[in-house]
């Protein structure tokens, strides 16, 4: 076992791994942080990763997207759980204590030589890892500021941009609308961008930072922009682009945002971000075809609001 550092906008987090596991998971390395460097800060987690059973529990709700599901459930001392499945088949089970600050991932029973240098067994192993973090990342950070999205994310002249919407709406192709019609576009997130709020001399702001997780798009950038606004997207015949405020802009934003709702103390914490973004950082909803009038329409739009 081997402790591992990163930071991932700018929250430290500690994981304790065997070597063979996490060094090949190249989408942490712009994120890695030396031992040195991370001596004088807190993590706001800890991982610890084990090769055994994991302890029994109890499903309370479960998610599921495209061949992939996480049980969500507790055991029999009431510890959070969740269970990562690919292809109707259980990866790895994360058992994390009540504050989410400290975590368990089990991944079964300790393979023999042969079956641990599988790639199949090395792909699953990482893909529990890969999503015990980001979900534990996510419950970590709810109560600082801090929110993961599902969304797109570019950069434009200096300000991060993120695209909203359900799955299918087309967030991927329409930042790469951008990237082909809007020079000087630069994709940094393809599917898990965190925002973070802030407050220096009596204004609020939001950051946007790229991460580790970024879908079926490799783009894992260490980077962060001042968050100049979120567009939500929804498919139609033509392309039309509206400002949100109040109520209509929280709602727009409360799809994208992951997180355990059902837990009083995280939804409380998301919410407190939410609503800060929602009043501080403009929001559009574009009705849109995937052209590129679409993407300029909304480039335009957005960029004349903002100066």
Known sequence: MNKFFFKVAEHLFAVDAADDI??????????????????CEKPVFSLVVQEAVAPEFTEDTRQED???????????????????WLLEKSTGVLVCEKDFKHAVLFLGEKCDGANAASAAIT????FALNNALMVLYALATAGLGTALFHAASVSYKGLGYLFLGKSGTGKSTHAR???????????????????RLFEKDGRKFAVAYG??????????????FELGGFVLLSQAPFNKITPL??????????????????????????????NGLASNVMIWHLECLPDENAARLCCQSIVREIQ
């Open 22 to 39: 996490l060094s090949q998971m190249d989408n942490y390395s712009p994120f890695a942080v030396s031992s040195c460097d991370a001596c």
């Open 66 to 84: 495209e061949g992939q599901s996480i049980i969500c459930g507790r055991t029999a001392d009431g510890l959070p759980v969740f269970d990562f």
């Open 123 to 126: 792909g699953m192993r990482q």
């Open 177 to 195: 609308l951008w990237l082909k019609y809007i020079e000087g576009t630069e994709l940094f997130n393809d599917d898990n961008p965190v925002v």
């Open 211 to 224: 991460s580790p997780w970024s879908g079926k798009t490799p783009c894992y950038k260490n980077v962060k």
């Open 245 to 274: 405020k109040g109520v209509s802009a929280y709602a727009a934003i409360l799809p994208g945002i992951s997180g355990m709702r059902w837990d009083k103390k995280i939804a409380d914490g998301l919410h407190m971000t939410q």
